[in-house]
Structures are given as structure tokens and as C-alpha cells.
């Protein structure tokens, strides 16, 4: 078991080792004043008094330094008992903290015949207390004349002993374990919360180094869990699929995800940034869109899915959908902004694609439920305008007359079936075929109907062969080059045609929605040199019935039906334009083989005429069918005619050897055209059966072939064609 004195000394406290050494040190300097007070003259005594005061004082600032600084008040009041009881030379001790509180306040005699000194304790330049000492020398002058005898070597050595002895005290009770809780508080201050601070034998400056491993394992614990909080934001912040951002409020990107950077096409958020300088101006397609957002977020704070144009690194346009928030500061002032973003370019194709698609079917309904009545009233027109003109003779204004309606008449057919066309309610005959042969005749035919103001340029040089309908791709390039030309019409200018080649790799953008896949394409380029057009009438140019045109030169199908045929080919239609400075269209069209003949036509010179065979005929509408009358009986055929299936089918049950061929209405009531060409085969096998529509969404050329039926004649049909037809028929 430990002696007591062992444990005392073990167990030390900064107080008690000040005390023990102060009261030696006091007990010397005594000793010395005495003697020193009495080997010199009055005036060197006061010389003496003060300058033992001002040792006094500089030692009592070290020694209340800590205590001032620690609020330690204990330790304060116990130090100053010290001085007050250890010595008659100090007799008051006034102690003030930083605030001018006064703690501790204690003056033995009046203050007149007592030397006060001050000392201002300041630590890290602010001021931590005040400490005022009262000073008696009474005594001092007392024992200077009774220890006169002491020696000046004495108190030379006793001198040496105090420095000695108060150095030695400092550093080991004071000075070291300060040294090294300061170098700990170093090394946690670092960073370095693995190696706690090693105890000290003094309790106070334990209770300290107690105190700061408990704060460093506190601080350890939180940086750990401020580091995993850290992790996780930075996994949802690089790993988000969605743009995450944060800007000034003047447009200068802060920060961005690597999510953000691909949008835009940036290898890096870093680059991102540094390329992004002002959003306004380098993200933003219309600046003034952003204005708007900061004046919304100004009064409600924030703004959900915005939808906004922004420019893409390579140029190109996207469409984004923005949600944003404004953050303010402790002074609820706006500071910047952040908030997330999507790319939904490709979506919002795909919603236009519907609503296009919308479109059309609603079109190709419409077209659909009066095609049919339509052309038979066409039909009508056709063949008494037809049959005017067999008999109008010399007269040329009423030739005039009737080519004038036959023409207006063929404007109304082809309205209709362009109708059907872009709405594909119409049969498309798909064939291979060079694109060069049939924009080579649509050209022979543009120049002849376009004004001598507006010159053509022509560059064909595809030997693409492309699959598709030879009479859609005619009317797409004619209804591109009539668009063109309208648009250069007032003040003339260059229409040119280029036709090429191009190979479509695999290394394309893919933030283009639209993209081609990879493979060979034949190129067709109109661009012409006319009035442009704005973003606003770009983004409407394929809308059916959307014209900027007067009424008179344009319906608004012709860029329709265009759309239609690229999108039925797998193509695509790319459109440039700015107001004033003319504007290209670039179709892309899949070729499928480079190396194809020019496709050879057949050409009927003269129409056909019958040798007494007998048609029989039937149809609802009395004018079509009085028209197909008079069309057969002159040219040589017997024709009887019926109103109904059933009249018909009874009539050739009567007599199936006497009919040469059956000429049968789609469209009628109780019995339709497939129905009685089902039964008259029946009746008789062998009969050629020609069935008319003015248009059925039931039957097409292949349902027909099957049933039986020789051709399908698409309402109205012209005279020429009608006897062809009946030609090959009974041939």
C-alpha cells in the first residue's frame, strides 16, 4: 500500500504546487529584502520595494493567468490567500475578469499609505482580467535593520536559488504537461482523432485532457457520420439519372452531375461548368424564358416542369423539362438557385408523333366516310364532261369549257386520294424502282408550269434504287418543288434539285430522336431562294390544312402528303429555313439496291373498242350508272344495266352464257360488290368480274384477287382507263 506522502505528491494539483513553490520562493525573497533593505539608504529601498513589487506582479500574472483564463475562481481566491497570508509586504489583492466583474476584493489598511500596482492579463490579444496588488514596506524597512549583517554573497546565492527553484518548479509542474496537451490539441485539431491524449499528474490539466478526448471522439462520431452522409448525397448526386444543378441567380452554373453533362453532350460536369458560363445565354435557346423563371421563383419560390429549349454542345436543340427552387440566405435575400432536369426531347417527339398520327386517322376517318359518296358524284362529273366532249364538235370555247371542268374535276379526284394517301387509307403499290428516273420526269413537268422568273438547277446524281409507290414519290417531288417555287413566285429567284448518295454510319448522335439507322440512303434536296420561313410556321408546315398561302394556291396537304409518303418509306424530312433567305428540305430515303434497269411502262396507244360483248352492270347511283352506260354502248358493247344485287344475280341465273363480263359497285345497299362477285362465281366460274369503289376500308386489291375478282377500279375512273381495263378483262 502507497505511504500517504507518496500519494500526496502522486496526486498533485497545479494549486498546491503553486502554493509550495510560491511560499518558498516568498520565504527567500523575504530573507533578501531584509538584508537588502538594511545595506542601503531609504531611497534605495523604495528603489527596492518597487521593483519587488513589480517581480511580484510579473509573477502573479503568470500565476493568475490560467485561473482568469479557466474562470477558475477557487483556484483564484486560494492564490490570492497565498500572497494575502504568506506575506506582510502584499496587503490587498483586487482581481477584476474580462467583463470588470470584481472577484475578489480584500485591502488590509488604507489604501493611502499602501504602493498599488496593476496588471492587465490579455491572452490571444483580448483582454482576460485585471490584477491590482497593494504593497506594504513596513515591515520590509523593519527587518532591512535587523538583518543588516546578512551578506552580499548570500543573497547573490539566494537569488540564484529562487530562479533556480522557480524554473524548475514551472517546467515541471506547469510548462511540460501544458507543452504537451497543447501538442495534442495540435494533433486533433488536424484531423487525428485515433491516439487520445495521455494523462497528466496534475487534476486540473487531467480534468482538461479528459475533457478534450471526450470532444475528439464527439468529433470523430460526426465526421464519420457527416462523411457517410456525405457519401450517400454524392452517390444520388453523381448516380440520379436526372440532371441536378445549381446556378446564380445571374446565370452561373455552379455546380452539375455527371447526369446534366451527358444531357447537354459535355464529357464532364467540370466542363460543363467552365463551358457554361451564362445559362441564359449558352443553355437557354430564348433567354427571356429564363428571365420569366427568376421573376416566377422571386414569388412563389419555386416552379415545377418547365418545359424549355436548350441548346445541346454539338448545336442541336433540346427539349427539357425543368423543375427549380430558389434558395435564400439568412437574410431571406435570394441567393441561388437549383433543381433538377430531364431530357424529354424524345418523348415530346413521340407525343407530336401521336398527335400526329391523331391527326391523321381523324383525316383518314373523315376521308374515308366520303370518298366513297364523294367520287361517285366525280364519277358522274367525269363521264358527262367526257361525254360533252364526244359530242361538243367545233365550238372551241365550249371545249374550252369542258377542259376547264374536266381539270377542275381531276383537282377534286386527286384532292381525295391524296386525302386517302397521307392518311393511308389508300393501297400502295410498292415496287423498286430509281429515284433519279421519276425526278427526272417530275422535272420535265416542273418546267413547263413554272414562271420564266424562277430558275432551275438540277444535280442528279443517286444511282439509288428505293422501294415505294413510283406515282407518292412523283407527287412528293412535285409538291416540294411547287412549294418551292410558290414561295420565290413574287420575286423570282434559283429552284435547285440535288439528288445523291449517302451512307449513314453507326456512329451517330444519339441525343437526335430521329436518327436514321445505319445503311445506304438516297438523298433528295430542294432548296430554294424565296421568303423562309419562322420557327412558328416551321414547327406547323406538315399539319394537314396549314397554308400560308391564299386559297386559291393551296389546300394544305401538299407538305402533308409529303410527310406521309417519307413516313410510310422509313425516310426522314429535314427542313431549314431563315425569314428572308429561302429555305431546304433534305428527304432521306432508304435505297435497296444501287445497281437497278430503268423501269419500262406500258403504253396503250389507242382505246380499245368492244365486238358486241355483253356487260352486265350494276350500281345504286342512276348517274354513274347511266354514265358507264353510254361509255360502253359506244364503243361497241351490250350493255344491261341493274340498280341491285339481287336484280343482277337473278338475271344471270336466267341467262349465265349470255354475260361476257360483270361490272359491280363497291358500295351498296343490302348486297355489296364482293358479295355479288362471290355468287355470280358461283353461278359461273369463268366470268371476268370487275369490281368499282369509290372507296371501301373492307377490300383491297389482294381480298379481291382472291374472291375472284379480275381489278379493282378505284373511283371516278377515266373514260381511257375504263375500256382498257374492260379490254384486258375480256381478253
Known sequence: MDSPSFNLFRRRSIARDLAFGLTCIVILMTLFLSFFYQMLSSKKLARDVEIKAEEVMSEAGEMFFLPLYNFDNQTLHHIARVYLDGTDFVRGITVKNEYGDVLIDEINGSTDTLIRKNKVLTAKNREIGTVTFYFSDQKLRVQQREKITAGFIVIIVLLMVILVAIDLFMHLWLTKPLQLLTVGIRRIAGGDYTQPLPPAPQLEINE?????????????????????????????????????????????????????????????????????????????????????????????????????????????????????????????????????????????????????????????????GIAHDFNNILSAMFGYIELAQMRVGDNIKLKKYLAASLTAARRARDLVQQILTFSRKADQQKKPFPLAVIVKEACKLLRSSIPATVEITKDLQSKAVILADPTQIHQLVMNLCTNSYQAMEGSGGTLSIHLYDK????????????????????????????????????????????????????????LALVHGIVSNCKGKIEVSSTPGSGTAFRIFLPAIDRQAGPQVVDVVSSVPRGKGQTIMLVDDEEPVRDIMKNFLEESGYIVLSYSSGREILDALKAGPETCDLLITDMAMPKMTGAEIAREALQIRPDLPVILCTGYSADLNQQQAMEIGIHVVLQKPVQRTRFLRTIYQALA
Request: charged share 30%.
Open 208 to 368: 482538461i485532457i479528459e475533457e478534450v478526448n471526450t470532444m475528439a471522439g464527439r468529433i470523430a462520431e460526426q465526421k464519420k457520420q457527416l462523411e457517410d452522409s456525405e457519401k450517400r448525397y454524392r452517390s444520388i448526386f453523381e448516380g440520379s439519372m436526372e440532371g441536378i444543378f445549381q446556378e446564380t441567380l445571374a446565370g452561373t452554373l455552379l455546380t452539375a452531375n455527371p447526369a446534366m453533362a451527358n444531357i447537354f453532350g459535355y464529357n464532364s460536369p467540370e466542363e460543363c461548368i467552365a463551358r457554361c458560363t451564362d445559362t441564359g445565354r449558352d443553355l437557354w435557346v430564348h433567354g427571356d424564358q429564363r428571365r420569366k423563371l427568376i421573376k416566377e421563383l422571386g414569388q412563389h419560390g419555386f416552379v415545377t416542369n418547365l418545359h424549355a429549349e436548350m441548346h445541346h454542345k454539338n448545336g442541336g436543340i433540346l427539349t427539357i423539362a425543368l423543375t427549380v427552387r430558389l434558395v435564400r440566405d439568412k437574410d431571406d435575400r435570394p441567393d441561388y438557385i437549383e433543381g433538377m432536369l430531364s431530357d424529354i426531347t424524345g418523348r415530346q417527339q413521340m407525343e407530336d408523333d401521336l398527335r400526329q398520327a391523331q391527326k391523321m386517322e381523324a383525316i383518314g376517318t373523315l376521308a374515308g
Open 503 to 558: 451512307e449513314i454510319q453507326d456512329d451517330h448522335d444519339s441525343s437526335d430522336p430521329e436518327q436514321l439507322p445505319p445503311g445506304m440512303y438516297a438523298v433528295l434536296e430542294v432548296t430554294d431562294t424565296g421568303c423562309g420561313m419562322d420557327e412558328a410556321v416551321r414547327g406547323k408546315i406538315f399539319e394537314p390544312y396549314f397554308t400560308t398561302k391564299s386559297q386559291e394556291k393551296g389546300t394544305g396537304l401538299g
